[in-house]
DNA sequence: TTTTGCATTGCAAATCATTTGCAAAGAAGC
DNA sequence: GCTTCTTTGCAAATGATTTGCAATGCAAAA
């Protein structure tokens, strides 16, 4: 939530663009991508650069601040770590992420892993789909 | 299976490299990158390039006669498509792919969508993992 | 505070995976 | 064997992301 917090426990400094970048991601709840995130920031910093931008998201993933997703032909979207772990149904008319979650599912995955020998590290679970027409 | 049948139904040309690539892709049973299918269809056929490697991924692709994945920062891997659904473990040490199915996962994922008032046009689920020790 | 040292930035150039323009070579139907 | 339309190899282009470098800016020490 704070990102001075979150910065400094990573033994990071704070800068203005990273305050910035940090900032918006706070605010604004969708799943944005670097170009966006880097649109959004330079109305607030117009000097701010996209290196930074790519620099700072790096930095954060490796911290464990922001996570990186890479959703089907598409460039990374970030949006910041911290709340319960989820997964994603991407709209794809419109690019709009969902999140959702399920235990059984979860539950399910590692029952599986286990199975075959293996322990999760990490897993992904998208959904790929339309809205349905309320007819 | 018969990857002549394939084409010829696709309407495409059968050529010298697609019989290779095609072949390669039937015989062995990992996923392969781009590259490496490149250099295994080298070995076949030494003028074979890159770009028709990756042409013929995306035609098959788009003929359904493959499917491409892009797991966690790495290329586009393939396989042929026909089997039965399903997705996918990565060795996170080794890359290698283990493939399994949940017919209840697939059943959860459905439910959830519906609640969400979408309706699922693809999905994926993969998950990464290490070997487990038998100790 | 001022100083100092290392982190961070902006910019341009590099990189990686993949795609594409183009002229030459090759399938397929006749 | 022609003719036509597809496919190929090559090199150059592309899109996303990373990196080298010199300049700038934090932050800890003085």
Redesign the pocket.
Known sequence: MDYETVLRAAG???????RTILAILAEDDDHP???ALYRRASRI?P??????V??????LEEKGAIQRH?FEG???RFEQAGGRHHDHLIDIETGEVVEFRSDRIERLQEMIAEELGYEIVSHRLELYGRRRKAD
């Open positions: 990071l400094r704070i800068t203005r663009q990273r991508d670097a170009l910093d000097s701010i650069s996209l290196s930074t790519y620099r700072t998201m790096k930095v890479t598409g460039p990374a």
